[in-house]
């Protein structure tokens, strides 16, 4: 696999090389690097999807399906949720997990969904991945129902010490370090130019904006490591 640049950028068929490569390890890898915490932050954008018994989901770059599984337990038996990932390698561990729900092969920038379906549609550290993040983001508000929730959740950079100096050393070094012990060393130097790369929370809450969401908000969480971002589609 090409190295990623300074920009943090690889093209779409890397992307998704890539991450067929490390499916295997993506749920340790997760877990070692946020102390388990990122089933918290799932959790917090479940909340803010403002989904009920028999709402129907969209989880957009669904992985290996943590966000997806955590909706479920919202909309009950009678909803419905949907997780999309490009990659098949990561659907395969999510049809392990939850055999129940629907797993699809998707592109992010082009759903195979019709307009105005879903109630809500969330992405978990994903939306960094898209090769173009406007298009992405049409693309989950296009499919989402007037009146539906777009919830993105997302590392972002912390700015101020001593938070933005431990950052730098964790996701610049150690990072890199442990997935050299996991085989994929590549993999995991993209992560943190991946995240230096995506827009901070006040500017993907403009975007978000102008992709069409109305409501537009954010909470920022783990010291201001992660943002959660939601917005409401303005009916019609």
Not at 90 to 117: G, H, I, S, T
Not at 130 to 155: K, W
Not at 215 to 230: D, F, N, Q, R
């Amino acid at each position: 696999m090409a190295n990623a640049g300074a920009s943090g950028t690889l093209e779409e068929p890397q992307v998704e090389a890539m991450f067929d490569r490390i499916a295997g390890v993506y749920d340790l890898m997760n877990s070692l690097m946020t102390a388990g915490l990122h089933h918290r932050w799932r959790r917090r954008a479940a909340d803010l999807a403002l989904v009920e018994p028999g709402s129907d989901v969209l989880d957009v770059a669904s992985g290996t399906g943590d966000l997806a599984i955590e909706l479920s337990t919202r909309v009950g038996a009678s909803g419905n949720v949907i997780g999309s990932d490009f990659s098949e390698q990561m659907l395969e561990r999510a049809r392990v997990k939850a055999p129940q729900l629907q797993w699809q092969q998707a592109n992010a920038l082009a759903l195979p969904y019709e307009d105005d379906r879903f109630d809500a549609v969330t992405v978990g550290f994903g939306a960094r991945n898209f090769s173009d993040l406007d298009a992405g983001l049409a693309e989950m508000v296009r499919v989402t129902r007037p009146g539906g929730r777009v919830v993105v959740l997302e590392i972002t950079t912390p700015t101020r010490p001593p938070l933005s100096s431990f950052f730098r050393l964790w996701f610049d070094r150690l990072v890199p370090l442990i997935g050299r012990f996991a085989g994929d060393p590549d993999a995991y130097s993209y992560l943190p130019s991946s995240v230096r790369r995506f827009p901070d929370a006040q500017t993907l809450a403009q975007r978000l904006s102008l992709a069409g969401l109305g409501e537009v908000g954010y909470l920022l969480t783990a010291g201001g490591i992660i943002a959660i971002h939601s917005g409401t589609k303005p009916e019609a």
